[in-house]
């Protein structure tokens, strides 16, 4: 960026925009249809596998890619050849944080990655759009929350559902099942029915493995750097790369890796934004300290009595998606109640959210999926995981994030990381 412009990140700090001078090149002066420099907005890519490679040019297309990030060489190379002779290419992320072009970092890393990275991104002046879901522990995501806030940076999540497209088996978008909610029509409490059965697949095929055996590192990987924060666990190629999520250090199967596409809807849906379950119980086989295996059943439930079912072998096959005293809603907005669309025809609609991210960033304005919201649909799934590893009926206190008289279970909330790595 030019020395005498103003850059997003300078300006954003400033108390006032009427205090400051932007030099803005008009459209006119540099030719009909381009856009000028200072509008253009840059992005880096940390972590360019199977996800990451996404994020080059199919997510956040507005922006223009500068640089790409990753500890194996092989991934590199393909991620600097797909992005072009000008992408500059990188081994750690801190290099690519002291870049000054670098607007906007994407972290489509594995999750044990997402917190720390989102955070040095918002100490580096950076906005950051990172992939679900936001943090690996409750704790982790306090922290983003944190840093987001302290260095007034914008985030965004990178999952859609509760703003646009149909909402994966529900043929139908969120909003209108949340004008439902916020109509009255079904009462209260509610009961939803996250299944296969109503649409989501729980993908236990994520699953780990047991059987792991040592195994030599590959050259082209920084295996070391790869692990970062995690514990130290011997090389194996299950461990890493497309199949890291069926391990408890890096994810949480088929739970972490859906988790929150499936449930941030939900919380949006039910206006549950600002608050967590209080009572979380699972249903499950022993769970094996490494590996993440198949389960049954989670249940959770809020303060008012609210309740999410995440149906994990299919059980309910009358289940509806979303259901009260007063009616039930099923896949495709199908219903027991008479005329239901001419009923909701008299209400309002929910609230208009800012669904551009390029938007967002330029002007300042918090995204609809960001660091507030994103941490406590992302709880849901952290709660999820701490009720299999404990087997038992928890408690948590929702404004304070822990759990109440619970030694093991709030060991999960906030696990040590690998020295030299912390928040």
Known sequence: MKKNKLTRREFAGRAVAAAATVSIVPRHVIG????PPSEIVTKAVIGVGGMGMGHLKGVNPKAKLVAVCDVDENHLKRAQKEGGKDVRAYKDFREVLEQSDVDV??????????????????????????EKPLSRTIYE???????VNKYKRIFRLNTWFRFRSGFYGMGIEAKPIKKLVMSGILGGPLKVTVSGVTGFNWKHNWSGRTDLTK?????????????????YKPYHPHRVHGTFRGYWDYDGGGLGDM????????????????ESPVQIEADTQPQHHDAVLPWREIRMKY??????????????KEAAFIEGPNGKLFKGFKSDIP???????????PEPQVTDFIEAVKERKKFALNEVNGHRSCTIVNLAKIALRTRRRLRFDSDKQRFIKDEEANSYVKQPMRGPWKL
């Open 32 to 35: 009909k249809g381009e856009t």
């Open 105 to 130: 970092v994407h972290v489509p890393t594995p999750p044990h990655w997402h917190a720390l990275i989102s955070i040095a991104a918002a100490k580096a002046g950076k906005d950051i759009w990172c």
């Open 141 to 147: 995501g306090e922290k983003v929350v944190e840093a």
């Open 215 to 231: 195994q030599p590192i590959p050259k082209n990987l920084d295996y070391d750097m790869w692990i970062g924060p995690a514990p």
């Open 259 to 274: 988790g929150q596409h499936y449930l941030d809807p939900v919380q949006y849906i039910l206006g549950k934004d600002n």
């Open 303 to 316: 303060a008012d009595g609210t309740q999410i079912i995440l149906d994990g072998e299919n059980r309910y």
């Open 339 to 349: 005329d239901l669309e001419k009923k909701l025809a008299e209400f309002p609609e």
